[in-house]
């Protein structure tokens, strides 16, 4: 058996709170051409990618055109991706796919930044 092992640039922890964000995705296939889109939420994101809770995840290497709604944002974050690694449900239950952003624009950058900026202001340190 192929042995698993951390691969992403980014550190990715558990689920933090106010991480889940509506997205929406598209597979590109090799002619460019784009499927029906999918609806799906993040159960974790950050600047390098994130991780999008779906119960038929496409396979490791699929390449994406993700459409995410951060609340902080009246509009949405369109960009590319790629599905880095697929978890099947079996370690915690949870059906999805890892994937990493790619073509992230510094607007783009910013939106998010001041997502997870508003999350942590909001947190009570009593």
């Given at each position: 058996?192929?042995?698993?092992?951390?691969?992403?640039?980014?550190?990715?922890?558990?689920?933090?709170?106010?991480?889940?964000?509506?997205?929406?995705?598209?597979?590109?296939?090799?002619?460019?051409?784009?499927?029906e889109p999918h609806k799906a939420f993040t159960r974790?994101i950050g600047v390098g990618g994130a991780f999008i809770?779906?119960?038929?995840?496409?396979?490791?290497?699929?390449?994406?055109?993700?459409?995410?709604?951060?609340?902080?944002?009246?509009?949405?974050?369109?960009?590319?991706?790629?599905?880095?690694?697929?978890?099947?449900?079996?370690?915690?239950?949870?059906?999805?796919?890892?994937?990493?952003?790619?073509?992230?624009?510094?607007?783009?950058?910013?939106?998010?930044?001041?997502?997870?900026?508003?999350?942590?202001?909001?947190?009570?340190?009593?």
């Amino acid at each position: 058996m192929a042995e698993k092992r951390e691969r992403r640039d980014h550190f990715r922890g558990k689920p933090r709170p106010g991480r889940r964000v509506e997205v929406t995705y598209r597979v590109v296939d090799d002619a460019g051409e784009e499927s029906e889109p999918h609806k799906a939420f993040t159960r974790n994101i950050g600047v390098g990618g994130a991780f999008i809770v779906t119960e038929d995840p496409p396979a490791a290497g699929s390449r994406l055109m993700l459409s995410i709604h951060v609340p902080t944002s009246d509009k949405r974050i369109e960009l590319r991706g790629e599905v880095r690694w697929i978890a099947d449900g079996e370690l915690d239950a949870v059906h999805g796919m890892g994937v990493k952003f790619h073509g992230l624009d510094v607007p783009q950058l910013l939106e998010l930044n001041e997502y997870f900026t508003s999350l942590t202001s909001t947190m009570d340190f009593d």
